[in-house]
């Protein structure tokens, strides 16, 4: 596998169920971002990892929770989501953060409907 | 806030006709714009970073080029495989999270055969 990588690809869950998104990055890089992404907004950051470490929580609601357990790896688990979080959920990863010009590398996403 | 406006929404091109696409944006001191592209369910395929006005970079019919206040990509003589959603992004080297890339909505290409 190369670049990054997130699964599953489409997921449908109900309002009471629980679920985890998984992304990996094979590129060596130190920080991780998650981001919605929905219909006609721009991409909105939720969370961001440095070296394992949260450093940034976007003022998102509890029922969103992420875990790096690694540099590699980041995960956001979800717990009684409504409707209007249904959308695209990216993963990102850069070389490190404050890099001017550290362009970010996206995964392909996972399509989430909550029903 | 910092603030990233697109245009056009969406643009139709035919095969062979050059445009270009608008990223307006305001920033406390620019680290950096991006453009991305991205095709339908994917991921945002970076493109190129522009760091100070006047500077210009290409990549095939590709040509981005960034003012003080704004960023064009021109596309010279489209093909239908350049169809997909450009995103415009900057990164502002002011405040405790100067590290974030702010978006805009993005522009939505089509190019007809």
């Known amino acids: 596998e190369t670049g990054v990588t997130q699964t599953p690809r489409h997921l449908v869950m109900g309002m009471t169920n629980k679920k985890s998104l998984k992304c990996e990055q094979h590129l060596g890089h130190n920080a991780m971002y998650w981001y919605k992404q929905s219909a006609k907004k721009p991409l909105e950051l939720m969370f961001v990892?440095?070296?394992?470490?949260?450093?940034e929580n976007n003022s998102v609601p509890s029922r969103f929770s992420p875990e790096c357990p690694n540099s590699s790896h980041l995960f956001l688990h979800l717990h009684t989501l409504q409707p209007e979080d249904s959308a695209l959920y990216l993963c990102?990863?850069?070389?490190?953060?404050?890099?001017?010009?550290?362009?970010?590398?996206f995964g392909p996403g996972t399509r989430l409907t909550v029903l | 806030e910092d603030q990233v406006t697109q245009s056009p929404e969406a643009l139709r091109l035919q095969e062979g006709e050059s445009s270009s696409l608008n990223c307006s944006y305001t920033v406390s001191g620019l680290r950096g714009l991006f453009w991305y592209r991205q095709d339908p369910g994917k991921g945002p395929e970076f493109l190129f970073t522009?760091?100070?006005a006047g500077e210009e970079k290409e990549k095939e019919r590709l040509k981005a080029t960034l003012t003080k206040k704004e960023s064009f990509l021109h596309i010279t003589a489209p093909k239908p495989e350049d169809s997909a959603t450009y995103l415009c992004a900057v990164q502002a080297a002011g405040g405790g999270s100067n590290y974030k890339l702010t978006f805009g909505k993005g522009t939505l290409l089509t190019v007809n055969p």
């Open positions: 990892y440095n070296f394992k470490e949260q450093t």
């Open positions: 522009l760091y100070s």
């Open positions: 990102a990863s850069s070389q490190r953060l404050g890099l001017a010009g550290g362009q970010e590398f």
